[in-house]
């Protein structure tokens, strides 16, 4: 199987300890994330493949690994526990810290460079597109006109800036900065593009009888994974046609109706549990 998403692989060692003939792949681009999950996974030497990379490379990866198909696929999305909990990485808007946000730090955009660089409507844009935030032109404005004067270099700057600008009279749940943090996060490491090409990749990937899960944790991804999922799931035969023909026949069969939540005992256990959304498919035949 693949864990498309290892992180510091609690999930694959929970697989690994289950299937005792089960051999892994698992995937990250963050390097000290590769670095814990070696060694937790230690024991599982002999059963595990740990590769740097995004999980848009998937088909890449499993080619070169010499995989034709797999069992079963995990995506865990959005930032990992290990990338919230350092601080210096600039992810949490509550700690202060560099404005970097990448998951790889071999990359080059950080955070700071698209608040310094891009122009007040790209601001606006991803703030609206990967933030949902209704108070975008708002803030773009804003981080354009402070940046004429004084560089933003830390998640205390960007909070503070955006928590003036917020008006008493339109304050929602949550704090103000979350969504233009979200928003950033995606930006910097292209997460939704990455998405999109991964979810038609793992599928392709899957043997017949293999499963897929994803858990995302905001819409935007859960909506590229519900599109996907609907579509293989649906026979693409055309309308009027009086007999399906076998290569119309849906690929996917969904085993979650809808998305499934966390229940309420998990989310008081583990409170990052609470936005999560799951959905799950099974391949049930090869494409046409």
Known sequence: MVDATLGMAGHAAAFLERFPALTLVGIDRDSSALSIARER????SERIHLVHAVYDELAVVLEELGFPAVAGILFDLG????????ADRGFAYSKDAPL???MDGNT???AERVLAEYSEAELRRIFYQYGEEKLAPRFARR?????STEPLRSSTQLVALIDAATPNAVRRAGHPAKRVFQALRIEVNQELVALERAIPQAIDALDVGGRILVLSYQSLEDRIVKQAFAAGSASSAPPGLPVELPEHRPILKL???GAEQASES???ANPRSAPVRLRAAERIRRAA
Do not use: G, H, K, P
């Open 143 to 147: 981080i354009v006109e402070v940046r």
């Open 41 to 44: 996974l230690a024991r599982f």
């Open 266 to 268: 998990e989310r008081e």
């Open 255 to 257: 085993l979650v109706r």
């Open 79 to 86: 930032v990992s526990s290990l990338q919230l909990d350092q």
């Open 108 to 110: 080059a955009l950080t």
């Open 100 to 102: 970097d946000m990448r």
